[in-house]
Structures are given as C-alpha cells and as structure tokens.
C-alpha cells in the first residue's frame, strides 16, 4: 500500500516558514536597505516592534495588565520541558504558543504575504490579458480586482491569528495559495470578455477543472481500491463518488458511474456515499485502513516527540 508523505510535509511547512522568516530579518539587518524600499519599510515596521515588545516586557516585569496570561516565554519553557521529559508536544501547542509573537509581527507577516501574493497576481494578471487580449482597461480592472483579493485573503489570515480558537491546521490552509479557487475570477473574466474570447475562456477554464477532478478521483479510487479490492461494477460507481467528492466538482460535470445524480459530496455526505457502495466485509477493511492511516500519523508524529493536530484529516491527503 502506498504511503503518502503524511503530516511531515506540513511539519516541514511550519519549519520551513519559521526559519525562512527569521533567515529573511537576520539577512535584511546585515545590509544598508534602499531608502524608500520594501526592506526599509520592513525595518520600519520592526523598529516600531521591538518597541512594543520592550513596553511588554517591562508591563510583564511590573506584573500590570499580565497577571493571568501565559508569555511566549513561559510557553516555549513548557514545551522544552515536555521535550526533555519524553512527552509528546503537538503542533497545534507550538501553534497556540507562538501566537502572542505571530499578532506583534502581523504587520510584518502581512507585507511579506502581500509581496508574495503580489508576484502571485501579477502573474496571473499577465497570463490572463495574453491568453485572452484583455484591453488596457480591463487588465487594470483585473489587477484592481486581485487586489481586493488580496485583501480579504490577508483578513482571513489575520482572523485566524488572531482567533482564540484557531489551531495548526487552520494557519496551514490560510497560509496557502491556489490560482485556481480564486472564488469569483471565472464570473469576473466573463464580464469581461465576449465572442470568441468569452466562449475560449469557458471551455478551457472548464476542461481545467475536468481534468483535476479526473485525477483526484482516479488517484482516491487507486488508493480506496487498493484498500478494500473493489469489483467492477464498484469502481464505477466510486469513482463517480470521488468525483462528486472534488472541491472543483461543479453540478452539471459528467463522469461514468454517477448515474442521475450530480450534485457535489462533502463531508457526511460523502463519507456516506462511499460507504453505501461497499459490501459489508469491504467496510470493515475500509473502517481499519481509515484507523491505520491515523495509527501511522499519529506514529510519525511521535517519532519527532509530536502528536497530531486537531482536524489533522484536513490535511491528509489520503483522505476520501
């Protein structure tokens, strides 16, 4: 049975950003900025931080306005502690330990995400005017439409450092980027365009959409197929469940085993789509590969003296 890389490419993640950020000030503090640049901006914005976080630390000495409330400091004490006396610490500990940190720095994190997200659109900006001879106006609506993307993507990454109740994998799923979710760009490029070009952009952006739905299905059907052995007739029909089971599955796609129905699955919808095709010794094999999957994170977790995060399944791309 194949395995995936499991939650170590999101521990990877988190590490990865962490370091990348902190390797990014340490290089940025080693040279003159331009005056007016980014980088100075950046220096700006954490001059005004330390500040802040020298104001804390005397109000935290003085014992005002802390009394009751956990520092970074004392959290990163217990997560050493639990290290050293061989318990397991999860992500979503790391997580909530860092926030405090996370809200001082947000300024800084949201202009990094921003020029990231900036590079993002303006390339996107670009393919689209080319592929489909935006005029100058409407490539700079575009541009000014990616823009108030921009922004309320970085409003649900704030709320989720800012919330009380977000975990590892909440900050995992903001943290992404995938051109092709951008909720709206479709309606917004066909208010645009009209004739051939309208009429190219449907097409293309819906067989883009058919061909990642094929391959997420077939790629769960090897994976569920390899797990419980299912006949013929059965890969039909799961397939047109895993396929309804996408999140670019739109009603009105077609796929052989969905029969009448083309709506999309989510959650217990699904789950109860999938279970209704196998027979009952087959959903005692699911049930058990479904626990060995979490048995097998939950063992890589401690290999690095870690556990899962809440709703880790999110994250699992195995999952169906």
Not at 7 to 18: C, D, H, K, N, V
Not at 265 to 280: F, Q, S, T
């Given at each position: 049975?194949t395995?995936?890389?499991?939650m170590?490419?999101?521990?990877?993640?988190?590490?990865g950003?962490?370091?990348?950020?902190?390797?990014?000030?340490?290089?940025?503090?080693s040279?003159?900025?331009?005056?007016?640049s980014?980088?100075?901006?950046?220096?700006?914005?954490?001059?005004?931080?330390?500040v802040v976080?020298?104001?804390?630390?005397?109000?935290?000495?003085?014992?005002?306005?802390?009394?009751?409330r956990?520092?970074?400091r004392?959290?990163?004490?217990?997560?050493?502690?639990?290290?050293?006396?061989?318990e397991?610490v999860s992500?979503?500990?790391?997580?909530w330990?860092?926030?405090p940190?996370?809200?001082d720095m947000?300024?800084?994190?949201?202009?990094?995400?921003?020029?990231d997200?900036d590079?993002?659109?303006?390339?996107?900006?670009?393919?689209?005017?080319?592929?489909?001879?935006?005029s100058?106006?409407?490539?700079?609506?575009l541009?000014d439409?990616?823009?108030?993307?921009?922004e309320?993507?970085?409003?649900?990454?704030?709320?989720?450092?800012?919330?009380?109740?977000?975990g590892?994998?909440?900050?995992?799923?903001a943290?992404?980027?995938?051109?092709?979710?951008?909720?709206?760009?479709d309606?917004?490029?066909?208010?645009?365009?009209?004739?051939?070009?309208?009429a190219?952009?449907?097409?293309?952006?819906l067989g883009?959409?058919i061909?990642?739905?094929?391959?997420?299905?077939?790629?769960?059907?090897?994976?569920?197929?390899g797990a419980v052995?299912?006949d013929?007739?059965?890969?039909?029909?799961?397939?047109?469940?895993?396929?309804r089971?996408?999140?670019?599955?739109?009603?009105?796609?077609?796929?052989?085993?969905?029969?009448?129905?083309?709506?999309?699955?989510?959650?217990?919808d699904?789950?109860?789509?999938?279970?209704?095709?196998l027979?009952?010794?087959?959903?005692?094999?699911?049930?058990a590969y479904?626990?060995?999957?979490k048995?097998?994170?939950?063992?890589?977790?401690?290999?690095?003296?870690?556990?899962l995060?809440?709703?880790w399944?999110?994250?699992?791309?195995?999952?169906?």
């Amino acid at each position: 049975m194949t395995k995936s890389p499991g939650m170590r490419q999101y521990l990877g993640l988190a590490i990865g950003l962490l370091v990348g950020v902190a390797g990014a000030l340490l290089f940025q503090q080693s040279l003159p900025p331009e005056e007016g640049s980014m980088q100075e901006q950046l220096e700006e914005v954490e001059a005004e931080l330390r500040v802040v976080s020298q104001r804390n630390a005397v109000l935290e000495a003085e014992g005002t306005g802390r009394r009751g409330r956990r520092s970074v400091r004392d959290g990163m004490r217990t997560i050493a502690e639990k290290i050293r006396d061989g318990e397991d610490v999860s992500l979503d500990d790391i997580f909530w330990t860092m926030k405090p940190w996370m809200r001082d720095m947000a300024p800084l994190f949201d202009r990094m995400r921003a020029l990231d997200q900036d590079n993002n659109f303006d390339a996107l900006a670009g393919d689209l005017s080319r592929r489909y001879d935006l005029s100058p106006r409407d490539e700079r609506a575009l541009k000014d439409w990616l823009v108030r993307k921009s922004e309320e993507n970085a409003r649900e990454f704030n709320e989720v450092i800012f919330s009380d109740t977000s975990g590892f994998v909440d900050f995992v799923r903001a943290s992404r980027f995938d051109e092709q979710d951008l909720v709206g760009i479709d309606e917004f490029m066909e208010s645009r365009l009209e004739g051939e070009e309208l009429a190219q952009f449907k097409a293309e952006r819906l067989g883009e959409r058919i061909s990642h739905v094929q391959a997420e299905a077939n790629r769960r059907l090897h994976r569920i197929d390899g797990a419980v052995d299912l006949d013929n007739d059965q890969l039909d029909e799961m397939f047109g469940v895993m396929a309804r089971g996408s999140k670019r599955f739109e009603p009105g796609m077609e796929f052989d085993g969905m029969g009448g129905e083309t709506g999309r699955l989510e959650g217990a919808d699904r789950e109860a789509a999938i279970r209704a095709v196998l027979r009952p010794d087959q959903l005692r094999r699911y049930e058990a590969y479904q626990q060995e999957r979490k048995e097998d994170a939950e063992r890589e977790m401690r290999r690095m003296g870690l556990s899962l995060p809440k709703d880790w399944q999110l994250l699992d791309d195995e999952g169906f």
